[in-house]
Antibody, heavy 116, light 107 residues
């Protein structure tokens, strides 16, 4: 069974960096594409970016200067770093496999609040 | 970016009703359109991929159709467990973009 699990701080101060980990079991992240998605209060959703099986990345232009997605293949984990956060980055963050193909995997999500 | 306009935002219906939810893309997305269901506190669950392919394990009362810029999710006969939020996602071009969501409520 494939499982994705997000982890990281639930509270981040404004101007600091948000760092999350997605731990994947049952499927190697050296196959396919893996991404971060967030759901804002009010239900708007945004696909933030992804990392490919080869380690290449693509980021939503709305975040391009603040976001970094990296991975550790030895641990089958990939990571999100979002810099210079504001209260508008308060959201539930999900990791997931890319939307193509007949398999679909999502984590349960982690709520992150940006507040001083 | 491709904008996805989803309608309606809210839908009130009864068990047994047939309901449709629509997504309109700002440009042709070549049928690269998925539909998801999400319940409070849970991960999104994909129902349909690439317009009309039913995800494994999803009941056949869910179906999808469309082409070009216009896409529809149909639930043929609502069941109590179907009351949730639904949203579409285009993955024709990055950034992949979501519709605004439809909250399906019990009338």
């Amino acid at each position: 069974e494939v499982q994705l699990q997000e982890s990281g701080p639930g509270l981040v101060k404004p101007s600091q960096s948000l760092s999350l980990t997605c731990s994947v079991t049952g499927y190697s992240i050296t196959s396919n594409y893996w991404g971060w998605i967030r759901k804002f209060p009010g239900n708007k959703m945004e696909w933030m970016g992804y990392i490919s099986y080869s380690g290449s990345t693509s980021y939503n232009p709305s975040l391009k200067s603040r976001i970094s997605i990296t991975r550790d293949t030895s641990k089958n984990q990939f990571f999100l770093q979002l810099n210079s956060v504001t209260t508008e980055d308060t959201a539930t963050y999900y990791c997931a496999k890319s939307p193509g193909g007949y398999r679909d995997y999502w984590g349960q999500g982690v709520m992150v609040t940006v507040s001083s | 970016d491709i904008q996805m306009t989803q309608s309606p935002s809210f839908l009130s219906a009864s068990v047994g009703d047939r309901v449709t939810i629509n997504c309109k893309a700002s440009q042709n997305i070549n049928k690269y359109l998925n539909w998801y269901q999400q319940k409070l506190g849970e991960a999104p669950k994909r129902l349909i991929y690439n317009t009309n392919n039913l995800q494994t394990g999803i009941p056949s009362r869910f179906s999808g159709s469309g082409s070009g810029t216009d896409y529809t999710l149909t639930i043929s006969s609502l069941q109590p467990e179907d009351f949730a939020t639904y949203f579409c996602l285009q993955h024709n071009s990055f950034p992949w973009t979501f519709g605004g969501g439809t909250k399906l409520e019990l009338k």
